[in-house]
């Protein structure tokens, strides 16, 4: 298998049709050797990318964060037309509201850097220089945004979580029944979540519905807890597999309440709807939640 072939596949695990088609024009010039125009480009969609990934946020979420980013790279775009500066800016501001991991921002630097070195020549004394990237540096950085950013849906970030939680708390007046609330979670957020981003949601929802004790935590419980049952019943072997592999903390907070009501009410609802997940806790937590 050659290294364009593997290229080739993982594009068409673009997420984004639009992002998928300007990235053709990366791998047209790459594979032609035009090493400088495929960095280049593949720069351009980047940001495309991203500025289509925070407007879905807004459109399909409603992250507000995501709105006021896009607000400010719009009027600094109408401010100054024929200025980039929006570019940088736009990854300082997705970087301080922390939608990425921090090698994900590095990686997108690094690209950046690169880039600027690519399209603009530098004179020294009597000398034009234009930096030529070498075919393994450009294969990098297409390989890194394709793994870490193209191929990734607008959920990629667990910021998204705090939004859910409020969507939750309003709307759980709105879906008496289960079945409903199933078709809306799984409509606007669970059928195109990452794994990653499942186990996220599910490890803290475990915590507020068995664990976490406030005034908040227990005003929202009950929809807090038919969320994760939802989520459970979505992919309960990939929940199980986490359990197992985790389960110090799932069987510490399961039962770190379990002598007082209502936890003990939701522990053992939710085991009736899941027996195999009681079998993915320790020993010690099962004798627990028996006596």
């Known amino acids: 298998m050659t290294l364009d072939y593997i290229i080739e596949t993982e594009a068409e695990r673009i997420y984004d049709n ?10 047209s010039s790459y594979i032609q050797g035009n090493y400088r125009s495929s960095l280049v480009v593949l720069w351009t969609v980047v940001v495309t990318d991203l500025i289509f990934k925070l407007q879905d946020l807004v ?7 995501a709105e006021r980013i896009l607000q400010k790279i719009q009027d600094m775009q109408n401010k100054d037309p024929k200025s980039s500066r929006w570019e940088t800016e736009l990854i300082k501001l997705i970087q301080e509201s922390n939608y990425f991991d921090t090698f994900v921002i590095t990686q997108i630097s690094n690209l950046q850097n690169d880039r600027h070195l690519a399209a603009h020549p530098i004179l020294k004394k009597d000398t034009l220089e234009l930096y030529n990237p070498n075919k393994d540096t450009v294969r990098a950085h297409i390989r890194n945004i394709l793994d870490n950013l193209l191929t990734k849906p607008p959920l990629l970030t667990k910021q998204i979580f705090k939004q859910f939680i409020v969507d939750l708390s309003t709307k759980k007046e709105l879906f008496p029944d289960t079945n409903e609330l199933k078709k809306y979670l799984n409509n606007k957020y669970f059928h195109k979540m990452p794994k990653e981003v499942k186990i996220y949601f599910f490890r803290h929802l475990w915590k507020f519905v068995f664990a976490l004790k406030n005034e908040d935590a227990d005003e929202h419980r009950n929809i807090n807890f038919r969320t994760l049952r939802v989520l459970c019943s979505l992919d309960e072997v990939l929940f199980i597999k986490y359990i197992s ?26 085991l009736f709807f899941f027996p195999k997940i009681f079998h993915s806790l320790s020993e010690e937590s099962c004798n627990l939640i028996i006596n």
């Open 18 to 27: 639009r992002t998928k088609t300007y990235f053709r024009e990366v791998l």
């Open 59 to 65: 459109d399909i979420y409603g992250d507000s964060k």
């Open 245 to 270: 592999q985790e389960n110090s903390y799932f069987s510490e907070k399961v039962t770190v309440n379990i002598n007082e009501y209502p936890f003990n009410f939701y522990v053992t609802l939710f």
